[in-house]
């Protein structure tokens, strides 16, 4: 018998763990690979097909749509951090995980999220230098430029998403070894640690309220600016016009910020009014749903990308 994660019973450091899914469910669960198998696959085709485009087409070599293929890249790697184990799980019930395999998955979720929440206010500060100072965009915005910036964002996420293993890692005797979801989250795994888990749980807070926030704070700023800007614009059509070259931007904001947003105050506040199955659920939803919806977003709101997929099509179909 697996001990659960309330157990009395210690165990030494395992080699591995074992993730349940959602156990509520139980057979039940199986059913969800029809929900989040064809979000996965839809992250795989879309994201490919973005990058794929923005390589092969000098027109979008330019600094937004390198943005945006930076945005497909960390989508790509940040759904094939959970899909894969996750569908398993699903599909198939409990799985073992070895332990640093645990805390790889961990580090690479948690880095790819603070880089794709970073990638988004770059992309925030991009539009408001496009819309506030048009005839220096060019000057100010380079490809060199978005290239530190990819970099440093990166650079960062490592940085500041290394203490979570790390701070695991540090723990030698665990409640259990049944990690009661469909991946490697960290506080799931703290959950079981024993030990003082303050320094875990206070890292883990301050870190999405300083990313998050942060990065929440300047998506802000910046549309507050354009705002400004598009306000002052003399004709309707104008304004409608710049307002309609940030539109995509916002869709992917929503997309992103408001399940991540649902499953933190989730997890934070509502240990006693949620299901934890909901808990698990969320999560899920907050990593998977961004990378599937993005590119349909970009692909249906973009006429440069819009018009090179219709393009790409019709060539091929009058091959045949």
């Given at each position: 018998?697996?001990?659960?994660p309330?157990s009395?019973?210690?165990?030494?450091r395992?080699?591995?763990?074992?993730?349940?899914?959602?156990p509520?469910?139980?057979?039940?669960?199986?059913w969800l690979?029809?929900v989040?198998?064809p979000?996965?696959l839809?992250?795989?085709l879309?994201n490919g097909?973005?990058?794929t485009?923005?390589?092969?087409?000098?027109t979008?070599?330019?600094?937004?749509?390198?943005?945006l293929?930076?945005l497909?890249?960390?989508d790509l790697?940040?759904?094939?951090?959970?899909?894969?184990?996750l569908?398993?799980?699903?599909?198939l019930?409990?799985r073992p995980?070895?332990?640093g395999?645990?805390?790889?998955q961990?580090?690479f979720v948690?880095?790819?999220?603070a880089?794709?929440?970073g990638?988004?206010?770059a992309m925030?500060?991009?539009?408001?230098?496009?819309?506030?100072?048009?005839?220096h965009?060019?000057l100010l915005?380079?490809?060199?430029?978005?290239?530190y910036?990819a970099?440093?964002?990166?650079l960062?996420?490592?940085a500041i998403?290394?203490?979570?293993?790390?701070?695991?890692?540090r723990?030698?005797?665990?409640?259990?070894?049944t990690?009661?979801?469909?991946?490697?989250?960290?506080?799931a795994?703290?959950?079981?640690?024993?030990?003082n888990t303050?320094?875990n749980n206070?890292?883990?807070?301050?870190?999405?309220?300083?990313?998050?926030?942060?990065d929440i704070?300047g998506?802000?700023?910046?549309y507050?600016?354009?705002a400004?800007t598009?306000?002052?614009?003399?004709?309707r059509?104008?304004?409608?016009?710049a307002?309609?070259?940030?539109?995509s931007?916002i869709?992917?904001?929503?997309?992103?910020y408001v399940?991540g947003?649902f499953?933190?105050?989730?997890?934070?506040?509502?240990?006693h009014?949620?299901?934890?199955?909901v808990?698990?659920?969320?999560?899920?939803?907050?990593?998977?749903?961004p990378?599937a919806?993005?590119?349909?977003?970009?692909?249906?709101?973009?006429k440069q990308i819009?018009?090179?997929?219709?393009e790409?099509?019709?060539f091929?179909?009058?091959?045949?």
């Amino acid at each position: 018998m697996v001990e659960g994660p309330h157990s009395n019973s210690t165990f030494p450091r395992p080699t591995f763990f074992i993730l349940t899914g959602i156990p509520e469910l139980g057979a039940a669960q199986a059913w969800l690979t029809l929900v989040f198998g064809p979000m996965y696959l839809l992250a795989l085709l879309g994201n490919g097909a973005l990058l794929t485009l923005v390589q092969i087409d000098s027109t979008l070599q330019q600094p937004m749509f390198l943005l945006l293929a930076t945005l497909a890249a960390t989508d790509l790697g940040l759904a094939t951090s959970i899909a894969p184990g996750l569908l398993a799980v699903l599909w198939l019930g409990p799985r073992p995980v070895p332990y640093g395999a645990c805390l790889v998955q961990m580090f690479f979720v948690h880095a790819l999220t603070a880089v794709e929440s970073g990638v988004l206010l770059a992309m925030a500060c991009d539009r408001a230098v496009a819309v506030g100072r048009p005839l220096h965009y060019p000057l100010l915005v380079t490809k060199a430029r978005v290239g530190y910036a990819a970099l440093a964002l990166a650079l960062k996420a490592v940085a500041i998403v290394v203490p979570f293993p790390l701070l695991v890692a540090r723990f030698e005797h665990f409640r259990a070894k049944t990690i009661d979801h469909a991946y490697c989250a960290h506080m799931a795994v703290v959950e079981l640690v024993v030990g003082n888990t303050r320094a875990n749980n206070l890292y883990g807070l301050a870190l999405s309220l300083a990313v998050s926030g942060v990065d929440i704070l300047g998506i802000t700023s910046s549309y507050g600016l354009i705002a400004h800007t598009v306000l002052q614009l003399p004709t309707r059509e104008a304004r409608a016009k710049a307002f309609g070259t940030c539109s995509s931007h916002i869709c992917v904001i929503l997309a992103f910020y408001v399940p991540g947003l649902f499953s933190y105050l989730t997890h934070r506040f509502g240990h006693h009014t949620v299901p934890k199955p909901v808990h698990i659920l969320l999560s899920n939803i907050y990593l998977l749903l961004p990378p599937a919806l993005n590119p349909l977003i970009y692909g249906v709101r973009t006429k440069q990308i819009r018009d090179r997929l219709l393009e790409t099509f019709t060539f091929r179909k009058s091959q045949f």
